[in-house]
């Protein structure tokens, strides 16, 4: 998914002040999506496959 339909889909509910929860099948996309969203000031909360348990 594109970046610019990635914001058409998060932005209406990011700009209500909802959270959002975004799922990726891969770490890159995560690391990605995360990297993206904190570019827009978006902050974000990364849980991947990496992060150990505990801190899951």
Request: charged share 5%.
């Given at each position: 998914m594109s970046a610019d339909v990635s914001w058409q889909v998060l932005?209406?509910?990011l700009a209500k002040g909802n959270r959002?929860?975004?799922f990726c099948n891969t770490l890159g996309s995560s690391r990605a999506v995360d990297h993206?969203?904190?570019e827009n000031q978006i902050?974000?909360?990364?849980?991947?496959?990496e992060v150990p348990a505990e801190q899951r």
């Open positions: 932005e209406p509910s959002v929860m975004v993206f969203l904190g902050f974000t909360v990364n849980y991947h496959g």
